[in-house]
Nanobody
Framework: QVQLVESGGGLVQAGGSLRLSCAAS????????MGWFRQAPGKEREFVAS????????FYANSVKGRFTISRDNAKNTVFLLMASLKPEDTAVYYC?????????????WGQGTQVTVSS
């Protein structure tokens, strides 16, 4: 059974940084694509960033490009999202997700989410 557990959220001032972690367990993730999504109050969930577990290629939403960095630690089965130059509009619940390969569209597995609040 796949489990994704996020941590690292919190309250930070605008311009500050936070690092989110997503600990993955329950299977081998070598072919998987790992993603971060976020959902702000009253808004739809939106894509933030993704990384291929094998090879490490990354993709970012335009709204976070240049400020956020996604990475992974293969030995620890953990994916990170380093968020810098945070803005109040980055406030949201951040979710880690996984999809089986680059050839699938749907993220099958989701974590419980971690709250990020950026104060102005």
């Amino acid at each position: 059974q796949v489990q994704l557990v996020e941590s690292g959220g919190g309250l930070v001032q605008a311009g500050g940084s936070l690092r989110l972690s997503c600990a993955a367990s329950g299977r081998t993730f070598s072919n998987y694509v790992m993603g971060w999504f976020r959902q702000a109050p009253g808004k739809e969930r939106e894509f933030v960033a993704s990384i291929r577990w094998s090879g490490g290629s990354t993709f970012y939403a335009n709204s976070v490009k240049g400020r956020f960095t996604i990475s992974r630690d293969n030995a620890k089965n953990t994916v990170f999202l380093l968020m810098a130059s945070l803005k109040p509009e980055d406030t949201a619940v951040y979710y880690c997700a996984a999809r089986p390969s680059i050839f699938t569209v749907t993220y099958d597995y989701w974590g419980q989410g971690t709250q990020v609040t950026v104060s102005s």
